[in-house]
């Protein structure tokens, strides 16, 4: 049976992380994984390792630019010592009414993004640049956008409807939600037991907590943008709309122009606030709980926010789905941070969730509740790029008219449309 190399590419603010796997029917192997970190400096990092965790290439490169950092990536992946990608896929952060699908790369698609930049401008202007060079240093080679929304394509029109006039509304402005390949990833993992009532808290830098019956979206906290719902590393979350106006109404005093304040807005929700705004110190939660530790009284009122919100947001969830039978941690934060679970689960006591100490802070475990605790609390790391590989495969067939691998995907299929896509082949 012949075997797909497919690409994930995944970007951030100052890196570049990627991954090689290998796509038969029903197999999915990781063949090697890589970033290039540091873009900006000109003492960048640029590793690629293989699947025993071997260095491959171990380099201290400048990166001026993402460019240079993405050239770098290409030149050695097409060089002959790698297997070279026949497809690539990427994760697609964008609240364009067009893009909530999962979709064949096409310029069209990059300039749909570009529109519609300022609604995620920590990740759609990144995600598309990446996407323009990706065709141009692999030609020949089909790109794939995975939308980081589409997962949240079941919630009902009272979850996505926003309270605005219709103007608005009419533009396609809504609640879309994001981390939905992180969501998929998660219901996959919990086939064929997936909980009838479930909710599932992405807690990394960017966080969100969604409500899932029966492995189909409800509602999620992040809404038209991903600065909305929970408070993040350097978000705000939601807040007063009239706490916007303030803040725009005081930064419009000394602006040179209405962009200008715009753009001064945009800083102040993105990338000043959340749990930097609040603590002053750091958006990274193990400094914060280090802080704590010292008794930095402002890092304590910014990880208790981030618990209260949470607590707030599961209680909500709680009543939508009308009872909760599992609660899952994921997320950077999610996985590593037992003193935020601990603070969490203590205060949902009164829906049921009883942490068992010993297993929350014991490595690797994951089933974190009490034998008796009424509600399964779990912790589950995220399988983003086996989802997109996933997406990807089923595209290609789609496109090449061969079903294989759509077919090998839908035995797995049982009742869930939410998973079906997918064929969950993850272990
Ligand atoms: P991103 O949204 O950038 O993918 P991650 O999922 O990697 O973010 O999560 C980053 C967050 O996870 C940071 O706040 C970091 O401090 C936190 N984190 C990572 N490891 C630990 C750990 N061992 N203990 C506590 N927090 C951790």
Known sequence: MPTLPVLILNSGSSSIKFSLYEAGAGERRKLYEGAVDGIGTDQGKFWIKDADGKKLVDQS?????????FKLVADVLNSGDFLRPRAIGHRMVCAAPTLQNNLRVTPELIEEMERYKDLAPLHTPIGAYIMREALELFPGVPNFACSDSYFHRTMPQVATHMPIPSEYADMGVRRVGFHGISYESIVCQLQPDVPERLIVAHLGNGASISAIRNGRCIDT????????GIISGTRTGDVDPGLL?????????????????????????NKRAGLLGVSGLSNDMRVLRAAVVAGNEKARLAVDKFTWMIVKSIG???????????????????????????????????????????????????????????VTVRVIPPAEDLIIVNHVVRMLSEESGSLADLEQAESHVGELEAVAVTGCEIR
Do not use: W
């Open 245 to 269: 106006l303030f803040i725009l109404r005081k930064i419009a005093e000394a602006a040179s122009s209405s962009k200008e304040a715009a753009d001064q807005l945009e800083a102040v929700v």
């Open 221 to 228: 906290s992040m809404g038209l943008t991903p600065t909305g």
């Open 316 to 374: 909500s969830y709680f009543a939508e789905l009308g009872g909760l039978d599992m609660l899952v941690f994921t997320g950077g934060i999610g996985e590593n941070d037992t003193a935020t679970r601990e603070e969490i689960c203590a205060g949902l006591g009164a829906l049921g969730i009883v942490l068992d100490p010993a297993r929350n802070h014991a490595r690797g475990m994951a089933v974190i509740s009490a034998e008796d605790s009424p």
């Open 61 to 69: 490169p400048a990166l001026p630019s993402r460019s240079v950092a």
